[in-house]
């Protein structure tokens, strides 16, 4: 059952107390006569609901001024015991106006006595305590159950970024196909095969580390690129290039890991790569400390629906590290990604 707002708590708790506070608050006032006489008791529960009513209007606009009023610095304490001071004040000027209408009016069976007045005001400050008890109380609950659908959103999140880090380290078609280019190095070239093969274990010996820190160096991440772009330009050859533009002195800022590997796969993947048709990717820095990844499109003509995996992963590595989160451009001739340097 979803749980209801604060305000419609309150006004359901009104519904409550009304009726019980209208009795008793009457029964202090004017006494057994309130029960005794029909036209006293008529009288006098129309005369306190209607105060009710208008003592609810003028807190609630009250209680929301001393909310929006109050600076974020404020304890809720503190918040809680103006919102009490203001409240109470309130309703026992607003409650006490029925002593005065009812002298006024020559009501049945009523004495005007000021020791009932203090009972009232006193049993009037009691009930507007419980009333800001118990909407504190739903309030503060409420709140708790909005932190914590929070805290378990941003835990699954953080859960499925992992998730699909996890696959795209052991990413099955990348293996398989290495392992093909290696056996055909191994006829063809065996001393290449041997330099891809050890390009190949730099390239899983640093896929298995990745996920040992939240970021790593931009240098770090080149290096793991050498090797995997010279995986990538052992398959294909000259319909591959990999430009890179770095400004001196921004090796040591730093990204999630994985992140450069995910869009130089995700622009492989979903691209054509012929010698007649190269692909090139930049990888650049500018003055604002970002890297900027981009390519030029030639998109495959029956490639698959893309599940979004990669960049996915990436917006959800920032998002949980609380930096901004990276830019995603294509304007059909280039795609382009901007990664915040941390």
């Known amino acids: 059952m979803r749980p209801l707002l604060p305000a419609r708590y309150l ?8 009726p019980f506070y209208v009795g008793v608050f009457n029964w202090i006032l004017i006494g057994s006569p309130f029960w005794q006489n029909w036209r006293t008791f008529g009288i006098a529960t129309g005369v306190v609901i209607v105060l009710a009513v208008c003592n609810f209007l003028i807190n609630g606009a009250f209680v929301r001024r001393i909310r929006a009023s109050m600076m974020a610095s404020t304890s809720h304490i503190q918040l809680v015991a103006r919102q009490f001071m203001i409240t109470a004040t309130g309703s026992s000027l607003v409650f006490g106006l029925a ?8 009501l049945p069976g009523f004495v005007p006595q000021l020791s009932r ?11 507007d305590a419980i009333m800001t008890m118990s909407y504190e109380s739903v309030h503060n609950f409420n709140y708790w159950q909005q932190s914590k659908q929070e805290v378990e959103t941003l835990s699954k999140a953080q859960l499925q970024a992992q998730l699909d880090a996890l696959r795209q380290q052991v990413n099955p078609h990348f293996l398989f196909n290495s392992l093909n280019s290696l056996s055909a190095l ?5 001393r290449q095969a041997g330099a891809y093969a050890d390009e190949l274990g730099s390239v899983y010996r640093y896929l298995l580390r990745a996920n040992e820190t ?7 991440e080149l290096a793991f690129i050498d090797s995997y772009y010279h995986l990538l330009k052992t398959r294909h050859g000259e319909a591959l290039t990999l430009v890179r533009r770095i400004l001196p002195g921004l090796e040591e800022r730093q990204l999630p890991p994985l992140t450069l590997q995910l869009l130089i796969e995700n622009a492989v993947k979903h691209n054509v790569l012929l010698p007649e048709q190269p692909l090139t990717i930049d990888l650049t820095t500018d003055g604002a400390n970002r890297l900027i990844v981009s390519n030029n499109v030639q998109r495959k003509p029956s490639r698959g629906l893309s599940n979004g995996v990669g960049l996915s992963n990436i917006l959800s590595k920032y998002q949980m590290l609380g930096q901004p989160a990276p830019l995603i451009e294509d304007d059909g001739r280039e795609f382009r990604v901007v990664l915040p340097l941390v």
């Open 99 to 106: 002593f005065f209408i009812y002298q006024w009016l020559d």
């Open 11 to 18: 006004a359901l708790l009104q519904v409550i107390v009304i």
């Open 117 to 127: 007045l203090g009972f009232g005001v006193l049993f009037t400050i009691l009930t």
């Open 214 to 220: 939240p970021l790593v160096t931009l240098g770090a």
């Open 186 to 190: 191994i006829e063809e070239d065996p």
